[in-house]
Structures are given as structure tokens and as C-alpha cells.
């Protein structure tokens, strides 16, 4: 991997040189936090990964040992008895539930934000707002540490005898607490050391994109990738504080004996409950999505950036209607504070707070698509380059449409009626983080690797990445809606076959063999997805010492300043404090002998040929 | 590598970095606790009528913790005007004055969670529910094996009492202030183990209102015993910046400062909704 720190030979003039644990485990510079926070979060979306697939394969084949992998849950995985979780490989209810919680989990808070936040927002930012590091770089250091401790507790909590927390993602009370097993415990404890490193992220980004921007860049100046992490910095920041409140009280609730979400007369396993009663599930609920929400908009909204950073660059034009977006991802970040309880239509709520909340919904969906649309009108008139982070970033605008447009049916309260908790929200949301978020940072490994590294990933094998994961991603989670609207319900280790016509013939709504068998389709494609990621990995590994070496530190001929420094850059970034003199996608500027202009690039005075004829 | 602003303030903010900080971290803070105030009146309102307790807490300690925290929060400002004045010796003193006053906190804090501990909720086998503080335990006390004898000071309610009377008998619990909470007697009340079908402390268990004070006073002084200990170290060990960088020294005092006031708002919010609402 390419240091951070420049070779300088056998004369070491260096001051601060410092060993291997200083400079790659205990570092404060935000390029290997950065990277730190990359190869961390992609360990752990490959392993959320894993657990999806044995999810499907346990789905499709209900009641059967998993292949492969089934001798080892067998052997690894213990109940408090000393018995395994999955006799004989098969995977029961518990222990799916479990995979279940924990694969979603895993993948928001474990995976995608630290990568499309915390990698990306670290790596880029300062170099994007020309500063030397982060503002409080040591922060940096213990946000990174927390994220880690986190990880840890959390995949640990599989191998604790009766294994990880089960009840969802979600964690809803009383069933969180009233499973009689400790994963929920570590859950909790978990989740706390990951929203501290988020909290700690959060307060840096936000203060460094305010301090740190160099001379000349202006508010209006910076790159919309700037933008989104600013908005995405106050999301976590201001949302993430009510769930660390309710995952102390669901602490207490599990280890203390208190009633904050269980109600009076709680009975488990036939027995009155000991305890005081008097809490409310609901409160749950509420604390748990008034970051649920705004913790969406996290996951998307780097992912934009990237978007509109590789959209300018390959397409050689500034990306049409720069305000709008401004304007809009801040619109964004406010409204997402009051959305919450669309998440809650079915909890009993009256019309009138329903009724809100489908308002603020259907509301913040405009913002949304003015950015979509601004994206998809920058490419008009475009010279576009059909590179593959751009392959990546043209795919991620139908499919965000896909995710975003089948919200809408969710936003309205008479028709989430019928589809809350069945596979089309699964569809949904999946359309948006998978072939939405995901393949935008895709975009962003392909693209920024050659600033990291000094070399370019193999274009083939990333157009082979691109078009098998665009494929087999759709054909997972497309018919995923058909099963939804069916009324296959989510989080049922049988796929449905308990509400399947033939387990109950002639009844109204049953599942029809054909929405079943789906199941076993949808296996092969996520088995076929999972491959297809071989090569990008491949290609990941490999390129870092045998791609092809960049001719200059800015082979994408971009505008934006972290393409304005030596390759890898340096600690401190820039040699000297760079002066900026004009907005972030400069590209195609009638006049200049380049189509690009880079925005600490000096000004020059160029006559213009239309008032001023040109020298003879 | 140098940070720019880390000392000087940024012209067009007014602001050096930690400043900026501090205040986004406090923004952060007043979401946390404001999530649980926010639990706290969801609680409450929910609460079934006459079972929502009412002084539990003493008025008069708790009065005092707040004039405690308010001249801590006076001295530390007081301790960042003498650096600012070059008055390092009485920067010394006052910070020493916050650090007292915090450690004073934390030990009324301390006195009132023991009354809570120390307080019984005894259901007895008979269905009456006797109420009071603990006075002694006989040593060979365990209620499993139903043996020994424990003594408390306090009164007995009849829980099967009708209808009418049971309002007022919930009031001697839920609401000992009250003309009718008065006229429990207290008096010394001795049981065996054996006439003990359950019993409790007031500890956050015992109901919601001690859930949600134990959590919020118990956060708060997480808190306060943080600030402490920053404090704490400013005033020793950090102190010696004092020599070579002054006025990021200055600057240090001022952070631990705002966030010191941080924590006696939160007071001042708790104090009121906990102890006199």
C-alpha cells in the first residue's frame, strides 16, 4: 500500500518520522483513517453479505442443511445449554432471526455509513476544501477506534452462547428485552460505542468544512460532495443522540429491571412479566425512528455527492443547477427531522398525526427528485466518458428512481396499509442502498483509487463488475415487489410457506406457488451477485501494485483540489496553502486552451474573442 | 503540518476550531437529554391517574445541588477571566473552587441515591404493601429461604381496600406530601421473612418515575463526574501549557468552561421538572 509519508531516500531530512504503528494503526491523518474506515466497513459488508445469502438459501429451502457453510454454524454457533444454534446445519427460527438482525445492522451502521461517511468523507473533504488535515485530527483517531471497538462487540455477539440480538435491526420492545438472551445486550452496548465514533466524526467534519476551507473557497465554491457531508455530518450529529438515549434506556430495561418500553401487564411465555410495567412500546418506537429516518438520508446523501463529482468530471460540464442542489440537500437534512412516523402508519396512530406526517413525506420527496433531476440534466449536452465509475454513477440514477418512486405508495398511510412489513419495503429500500448508495461508492473506489494509489484499476474488469452487479442486483430485489404486494410479510424463516395456498387452500390471499418459488430465483442471483464481486476484489488488490501507473496526479482531468496534489498526497496535503479562485466544475470554459480548469489554478487573463478579436 | 485557527479565530466566523466544536458537541448533547425529558413527559402523561409519584425528592438538597452548580458555574467562568487577566495563581483558585463544588454535587447526589436504595417496597403475603426505610436487617436475612427479620420505618398500606378509600391509601405512597399522604403514621414495623411475598428497593426498577430519574440524574452525573475530570486535569497536569502556549491554555479553560455550563443548564431543567412539578 503507498504511504502516506513520501520516501525521501537515504537522507531522512523528516521530522516527524514515525514507526509502523504510528503512521498505519495509531495514526490522526485523515488519508489512512480514511482508508482505515474503507477496509474496515468492507470487511464488514462482505460478511453482512454472507449472512444474506445463507438467509436465502435457508428461505428458498425451508427446513434443510445449508451447504457448505452448514457443519460450521453447526459447530461454532451455542446456546446457553452448551447445544448449537443450527443442529445438523439447518437454520432455525432464532438463529434467522438473528441473521436477520444483525445483516441489517451490519450493513447500515457497520458497513455503508463508515464507508460512504467516515472513508469517504474523511479521505476527501479536507483535500476537496484544501485544509492539511481534519480539524481535531486526534478526535479522528478515537472516532475510527470507537467504530472498531463496535464492530467488534458486534460480531463477537454471534459467538456468545445463544448468539446475536434477534429481534430486527429495529430492536423493537418488549421483544428486545424479553428474549431471555444476552446478544441483545451486546447489541446495545455495540450500537453505543457506534454512535459515539459517529457523534465524534460528525462534530469533525462539520467544524473543518466551517474552519479549515482555504483562501477563496466560498460556501458557494465548494464541491457538492462537500455539500452532502456537511448535511450529512448534522443528520448524524443532531439524530443519532435520541437513540444512544433509548438504547441506555432499553439497557436499563434488559439489565436494570426497568419499564421504560414494557407495558403493565406484560405477559412472556404465558407468565406476568416481573416487572414494574408502566412503559410504553411506542416510546420505543418513536426515539428508534427519529434517527431511523434521518439515518436513511445518511446512507444516501454522500452517495449523491460522489454522483455529482464524477457526473461534472465525465461529462466535461458543471453540473446543472449547482443552487438547486445546494438548497436542496439542506432542505433535505431539515425535513428528514419530521418524517419519523411513517415508519409507525400501522401502530394505531389517529388521522389527524398521520396525516402530518404523510404531508412532511410526500413533502421531502421534492427536494429528492430536484436532485435526481439535476443529476440526470447535467448529463444533456454532456462529452460524456463511459469510464467505470461513470458506468456506475449513470446506473445509480434509474435505480435510485426505482427505490425513491416506490416510496412513494409507503409515504401514503391508506396504502402502506397493505404493504408495511411485506417484501416490497425490502424491495424498496434495497433498490435505493443497493444499486443506489452502493454503487455509487463503487463509483468512488474506481475513481478516487488512482489518487490514493498512483495507479488506475482495470477498466474491463470493472466493466465486468458493473454490468454482472447491475444485472443480478435487479434481478434479486425486482421481483421482490411482486412478493410484497402478494403479501408475503418480511423476516419469515419459512419464506411464506405457513401462508402459502397450500397450507391453507382456499384461502383468501394465500401465497401462490409461483411467489415462492421466487425464492429460489432469487438465490441464484445473489449467489451470481456474490461472484460477481470476485473480480472487483481482485482488481482492488491487485491494481495497488500492478495497474497501470497514472502519468499525472490528475489523470481524470478534473477541476476539484484533491486532484491538485502529488499522488498519494502527502501528510499535510498541500505544499503550500492553495488559493481558490473559482467554482468546483469549471470544465469547458469557452476560451481556454483546456477543457478543464482546475480551482486553485491561477487567474490569467484571456481575451475574448467575441468582444476583443484575438492577435493576428 | 500546521492547523490554521486552532488558537486564532477564523476572520470570517469569529470562532477558533474548539470553539466550534464544543458548541456542535453541545448541540448534540441538548438532543440526548432532550430525548429523555422527552421520554419523561411521555411517561408521565401516560401515567394511570394518582400513580404518578409526587415528592419523593427533597426540595430543600436539591435546592442546595443547584446553588452548588450555579457558583461552580461562576467560578469556572471567574477561572477563565483570571487567565485572561495573567492571574495565574487565582485561575488556580477558582478552578480549585469548581472542582470542589463538582465533587459536592456528586456526594449530595450520592446521599440522595442512597435514600432510594434504602427505601423498601414490601408486599406481604397478606396483600397489604408496607412502605418505609430500612433500619436494620438481621444478619441471617434471606427471603428464599424465608428467614430472618428485617425493621423499617414507615407505614402499611391496604391495597384490597375499596374503592374509595384505595385513592387515598395510594396517596400516602404516591404522594406523601399531600393532606392525605400526611395522615399515614409512621412507626417502626418489624417483619419476619416469612410474611414477605416480594420486596424492592426504590431503585430505577420500582416504577417508571424511578427509572426516568436514575436515568436522567444518573446521565447527568456521568457528566458532571466527566467535566470533573477534564477540569481536574486542566488544573494539574495540563496546567503546565500555561508556560508555553498561554493563550491556547486560555482557550482550553474556556471549552471545559462552556461545557461546564452545559451541565449546569441541564440541571437547572432538571431540578424543576424532577423535584418541584
Redesign the interface.
Known amino acids: 500500500m503507498a504511504t502516506a509519508i513520501p520516501h525521501t531516500g537515504v537522507h531522512e531530512v523528516h521530522h516527524h518520522e514515525t514507526d509502523f504503528w504510528r503512521t498505519y494503526v495509531f495514526s490522526t491523518d485523515h488519508k489512512i483513517i480514511g482508508i482505515q474506515y474503507a477496509v474496515t466497513a468492507l470487511f464488514f459488508l462482505f460478511f453482512g453479505f454472507l449472512l444474506m445469502v445463507m438467509m436465502r438459501w435457508q428461505i428458498a429451502h425451508p427446513g434443510q442443511p445449508v451447504p457448505l457453510v452448514g457443519f460450521l454454524l453447526e459447530r461454532v454457533l451455542h446456546n446457553a445449554q452448551g447445544a448449537s444454534l443450527a443442529p445438523k446445519g439447518i437454520i432455525n427460527g432464532d438463529l434467522y432471526n438473528s441473521f436477520g438482525a444483525m445483516h441489517g445492522t451490519i450493513m447500515v451502521f457497520m458497513a455503508i455509513v463508515p464507508l460512504a461517511f467516515a472513508a469517504f468523507g474523511n479521505y476527501v473533504v479536507p483535500l476537496q476544501i484544501g485544509?492539511?488535515?481534519m480539524?481535531?485530527?486526534r478526535?479522528n483517531m478515537a472516532s475510527y477506534q470507537a467504530y472498531v471497538l463496535g464492530g467488534l462487540i458486534m460480531f463477537i455477539s454471534f459467538f456468545i452462547p445463544d448468539g446475536a440480538a434477534q429481534a430486527g435491526w429495529t430492536s423493537y420492545s418488549p421483544l428486545a428485552t424479553s428474549i431471555a438472551t444476552n446478544g441483545q445486550t451486546f447489541w446495545l452496548v455495540g450500537m453505543i460505542f457506534l454512535i459515539t465514533s459517529s457523534?465524534l466524526g460528525?462534530?469533525?467534519f462539520?467544524?473543518t468544512i466551517?474552519?479549515?476551507r482555504a483562501p477563496g473557497m466560498t460556501w458557494m465554491r465548494l464541491p457538492f460532495f462537500v455539500w452532502a457531508q456537511f448535511v450529512t455530518a448534522f443528520l448524524l450529529?443532531?439524530?443519532?443522540?435520541?437513540l444512544?438515549?433509548?438504547g441506555?434506556?432499553q439497557l436499563?430495561d434488559k439489565v436494570?429491571?426497568?419499564?421504560?418500553f414494557l407495558p403493565t401487564g406484560l405477559a412472556v411465555g404465558g407468565q406476568l412479566a416481573n416487572?414494574?410495567g408502566?412503559?410504553?412500546p411506542l416510546?420505543w418506537q418513536?426515539?428508534f425512528w427519529?434517527l431511523g429516518h434521518p439515518e436513511v438520508y445518511v446512507l444516501i446523501l454522500p452517495a449523491m455527492g460522489i454522483v455529482g463529482e464524477i457526473i461534472a468530471n465525465n461529462t466535461r460540464k458543471p453540473l446543472w443547477g449547482y443552487k438547486s442542489l445546494v438548497y436542496s440537500v439542506l432542505t433535505i437534512g431539515f425535513l428528514s427531522f419530521i418524517v419519523w412516523a411513517h415508519h409507525m402508519y400501522l401502530t394505531g396512530m389517529g388521522n389527524r398525526v398521520a396525516t402530518f406526517f404523510q404531508t412532511t413525506t410526500m413533502i421531502i420527496s421534492i427536494p429528492s427528485v430536484i436532485i435526481l433531476t439535476c443529476m440526470f440534466l447535467s448529463l444533456w449536452g454532456g462529452s460524456i466518458r463511459f469510464n467505470t465509475p461513470m458506468l456506475f454513477v449513470m446506473a445509480f440514477l434509474p435505480m435510485f428512481g426505482i427505490g425513491g418512486l416506490t416510496g412513494l405508495p409507503l409515504g401514503f398511510n391508506f396504502s402502506d396499509l397493505h404493504l408495511h412489513d411485506t417484501y416490497y419495503i425490502i424491495a424498496h429500500f434495497h433498490y435505493i442502498v443497493a444499486p443506489g448508495t452502493i454503487f455509487a461508492l463503487f463509483a468512488g473506489i474506481y475513481f478516487w483509487f488512482p489518487k490514493i494509489t498512483g495507479r488506475m484499476m482495470s477498466e474491463f474488469w470493472g466493466k465486468v463488475h458493473f454490468w454482472s452487479s447491475l444485472i443480478f442486483m435487479n434481478l434479486i430485489f425486482q421481483p421482490m415487489f411482486a412478493q410484497g404486494m402478494a403479501g408475503m410479510l418480511r423476516r419469515m424463516v419459512d419464506g411464506g410457506a405457513n401462508y402459502s395456498q397450500a397450507q391453507v387452500p382456499g384461502g383468501l390471499g394465500g401465497l401462490s406457488p409461483h411467489m415462492l418459488d421466487l425464492h429460489r430465483f432469487i438465490l441464484y442471483a445473489a449467489i451470481l451477485l456474490g461472484l460477481a464481486q470476485i473480480p472487483f476484489i481482485i482488481n482492488l488488490f491487485w491494481s495497488i501494485n500492478h495497474g497501470v501507473k497514472v502519468n499525472s496526479d490528475n489523470p481524470w482531468q478534473s477541476t476539484t483540489l484533491e486532484w491538485q496534489t502529488p499522488t498519494p498526497p502527502p501528510?499535510?496535503n498541500f505544499a503550500q496553502?492553495p488559493e481558490v479562485h473559482r467554482g468546483p466544475y469549471e470544465y469547458s470554459v469557452p476560451g481556454h486552451s483546456t477543457d478543464f480548469t482546475p480551482q486553485n489554478e491561477s487567474e490569467q487573463r484571456i481575451p475574448n474573442p467575441i468582444t476583443k478579436p484575438l492577435p493576428a | 503540518?500546521?492547523?490554521?485557527?486552532t488558537v486564532q479565530p477564523?476572520p470570517d466566523?469569529g470562532?477558533?476550531?474548539?470553539k466550534?466544536?464544543i458548541w456542535?458537541?453541545l448541540?448534540?448533547?441538548v438532543?440526548?437529554?432532550?430525548?429523555?425529558f422527552?421520554?419523561y413527559i411521555?411517561?408521565r402523561v401516560?401515567?394511570p391517574d394518582g400513580?404518578w409519584p409526587h415528592g419523593w425528592l427533597n426540595v430543600p438538597v436539591g435546592t442546595a445541588n443547584t446553588l452548588v452548580l450555579i457558583t461552580s458555574s461562576i467560578t469556572t467562568v471567574m477561572a477563565w477571566a483570571s487567565l485572561k487577566m495573567n492571574q495565574f495563581g487565582r485561575f488556580k483558585f477558582y478552578h480549585a473552587c469548581t472542582i470542589l463544588f463538582a465533587l459536592t454535587f456528586v456526594g449530595i447526589k450520592s446521599y440522595e441515591y442512597h435514600d432510594k436504595f434504602t427505601h423498601y417496597s414490601i408486599k406481604l403475603a397478606d396483600g397489604r404493601l408496607a412502605d418505609g426505610h430500612l433500619d436494620e436487617k438481621s444478619k441471617d436475612f434471606d427471603l428464599a429461604k424465608k428467614q430472618g427479620k428485617i425493621v423499617i420505618h414507615g407505614h402499611v398500606v391496604n391495597l384490597a381496600a375499596a374503592n374509595e378509600n384505595l385513592k387515598e391509601e395510594l396517596k400516602t405512597i404516591y404522594d406523601p406530601h399531600s393532606a392525605e399522604g400526611k395522615k399515614a403514621k409512621h412507626s417502626k414495623l418489624e417483619f419476619n421473612a416469612s410474611e414477605i411475598a416480594s420486596m424492592e428497593t426504590y431503585?430505577?426498577?420500582?416504577?417508571?418515575y424511578t427509572?426516568?430519574y436514575f436515568?436522567l440524574t444518573g446521565?447527568h452525573a456521568l457528566h458532571v463526574i466527566g467535566g470533573a475530570i477534564v477540569i481536574s486535569f486542566l488544573w494539574s497536569f495540563g496546567a503546565k501549557m500555561w508556560k508555553t502556549d498561554p493563550e491556547r491554555f486560555t482557550n482550553r479553560i474556556e471549552i471545559s468552561g462552556l461545557f461546564w455550563h452545559f451541565v449546569d443548564l441541564v440541571w437547572i431543567f432538571l431540578f424543576p421538572v424532577l423535584y418541584l412539578l
Open positions: 485544509a492539511p488535515d480539524a481535531f485530527p478526535v457523534l460528525a462534530v469533525n462539520i467544524a466551517i474552519q479549515l450529529l443532531l439524530a443519532f443522540p435520541p444512544e438515549a433509548a441506555v434506556m436499563m436494570a429491571h426497568t419499564s421504560f416487572v414494574s408502566g412503559g410504553s416510546l418513536h426515539l427519529f501528510h499535510g496553502v | 503540518m500546521d492547523i490554521p485557527y477564523r466566523t470562532l477558533y476550531n474548539a466550534v466544536g456542535l458537541f448541540a448534540s448533547e438532543m440526548l437529554f432532550g430525548a429523555l422527552s421520554s411521555l411517561l401516560g401515567a400513580y431503585g430505577p426498577w420500582h416504577n417508571t427509572a426516568i436515568t446521565l
